[in-house]
């Protein structure tokens, strides 16, 4: 069965309030518009994937009350590191101790996504990892990154894109992965489901 294709008058509904994948959204010129999930993200189970991608499908189906008729995407970023997922920092302290364990060390950015049919199905589900290499940071590098007020928000306490640049020595895999979402797979997996037919969609301005 078809059903519409994403475009400025039917645009995807993205399951988030995150400035980091609205922005990525809004550069590539795809029309969607952002709905802030209530789902708590603290469901996490020993398998980082499943959880983030379990995430992902419970943020989609939250918000789709109302939006019957739209495509709709889910997402959830994790940072992973000796097998330990690494939530958003609640405190000061939180932000501390994990900037301090990531020092000098690569990690990985595990990335879920869902895209909802119009009726609700579950349609893809799918995840996407990038390693993260960061440099040996200083007791004083990591308080004065705190004092910016960056990590708070920032699942590991870091944002790559913005002034927690400095310390990322290296990645492998998706960069927009560890912004917070894969746009390359993304747009894949739109296509492949008939979401959208094809990309750049003509006509759209970033």
Known sequence: MTYPLINRQNPLILASS????????????????PVASSVIEE????????SACSLAKQKAVDVRPGFESSWILGADTLVVVDNKILGKPENEQDAVEM???????????????????PPGKALH????????????????????????????GKAGSYAIQGIGAFMVEAISGSYTNVVGLPVCALIKALIMVGALESFPILGVKS
């Open 125 to 152: 589900s799918e995840a996407v990892i990038t390693r993260v290499l960061l440099k040996e940071l200083t007791r004083q590098e990591i308080v004065d990154y705190i004092k910016t007020g960056e990590p708070y």
């Open 99 to 117: 900037l301090t364990l990531l020092s000098g060390r690569d990690h990985n950015v595990i990335t879920g996504f869902c895209i909802l049919t």
């Open 18 to 33: 995150s400035p980091r994948r609205k922005e990525l959204l809004t550069r590539i010129g795809l029309p969607f518009h």
């Open 43 to 50: 469901d996490f189970n020993e398998d980082p994937v499943q």
